[in-house]
């Protein structure tokens, strides 16, 4: 978990669980307890909150809202319906909301979190548009803010899914 500041980015808090009892090593760390840790199916040296890949859930569609409002595939006004289901590619990918959320529009969509409505948009702006959104905010990338061992999130894209799963 990470806290910050919500008008300055600072980081006010950050914690990263499991973890270990820093008393084991603040005297000197023998090879009995070196090992537990290094061996440890939990990996509780691993600090998760800057190393730690996650996917960024609901809060992603604020970016895809933005790519699809700059490609202009979609306006503020415009509404989707939303029957708790979109088709895409022979798929099914349902809506948190299994009853739907009938036609809603940007507002209500973020609002409410309607994942229909940003399946379609998706679809219709594209991963290339949104991809660069997102890097334009700075996802995948690493900060300079005195935190060493941070991680490069992942920005998928045409040339990611190629690279990682040999299909376009």
Same mark, same amino acid.
């Given at each position: 978990a990470v806290i910050m500041h919500v008008d300055t980015g600072e980081v006010v808090a950050m914690g990263s669980v499991p973890t270990f009892d820093p008393n084991d090593i603040i005297n000197g760390l023998n090879n009995r307890v070196w090992n537990r840790l290094q061996t440890a199916r939990d990996d509780p040296m691993t600090n998760r909150a800057l190393r730690g890949l996650y996917p960024p859930g609901s809060t992603f569609k604020m970016v895809t809202a933005l790519a699809a409002l700059e490609s202009g595939v979609i306006d503020l006004k415009e509404k989707v319906h939303c029957e708790g289901r979109h088709e895409y590619a022979g798929q099914i990918f349902r809506c948190w909301n299994r009853g739907g959320h009938g036609n809603v529009d940007m507002h209500r969509a973020l609002r409410e979190s309607?994942? /229909?409505?940003?399946?379609?948009?998706? !679809? !219709?702006t594209g991963i290339g548009a949104i991809a660069t959104m997102a890097r334009r905010l700075g996802h995948g990338q690493i900060y300079d803010c005195g935190m060493s061992q941070q991680k !490069?999130? /992942? /920005?998928?894209?045409s040339d990611w899914k190629r690279s990682r799963f040999n299909r376009p």
């Open positions: 309607c994942d /229909v409505y940003f399946y379609e948009i998706s !679809r !219709r !490069r999130g /992942v /920005v998928p894209d």
